[in-house]
């Protein structure tokens, strides 16, 4: 992963309503995803699994990058998720984040977890 990708992860807020690889142990904390082979290959089906996903917009994407817009179904709140590849540890690190509110129920944990799952469901 370049230092560039890397800094572009910004910490959590202290409002429940983010988490990330990147946040110290804790509930803000998730573990980033694997992959193997090519970063091309990972950031292919990356890009498959959010084109997928409902009200998602994907609004930025470079080779180790990509940022995507999430908008809840009821109000059309906005929420970040950018994904940064480390090519070398074959790790994707996230950032999934509510721009408003303090609480999210718990979404963004859950949005993660599902395209993990679908992440990897692409793998097989």
Same mark, same amino acid.
């Given at each position: 992963?370049?230092t ?7 910490p959590? /807020?202290?409002? /429940?309503?983010? %988490?990330?690889?990147?946040?110290p142990?804790? /509930? ?5 995803? /694997? ?7 990972a950031r292919?089906?990356?890009l ?8 998602t917009?994907i %609004? ?9 817009e999430?908008?809840? $179904? ?6 970040? %998720? ?6 070398k ?6 950032r999934s984040?509510? $721009? ?8 963004? $944990? ?5 395209? $993990? ?5 692409l793998?097989?």
């Amino acid at each position: 992963m370049t230092t560039n990708s890397l800094s572009r992860l910004a910490p959590c /807020p202290r409002t /429940p309503n983010c %988490v990330s690889t990147l946040a110290p142990p804790g /509930p803000q904390h998730m573990d980033p995803i /694997p992959y193997k082979g090519l970063r091309e290959t990972a950031r292919q089906r990356l890009l498959g699994v959010l084109r997928r996903m409902e009200r998602t917009t994907i %609004v930025e994407e470079t080779e180790d990058y990509l940022h995507a817009e999430c908008r809840s $179904r009821l109000f059309h709140f906005v929420d970040d %998720v950018e994904l940064a590849f480390d090519d070398k540890a074959k790790l994707i690190h996230f950032r999934s984040a509510s $721009r408003l509110g303090r609480s999210d129920f718990g979404v963004n $944990r859950k949005r993660m977890q599902q395209i $993990r799952r679908d992440f990897r469901a692409l793998s097989t």
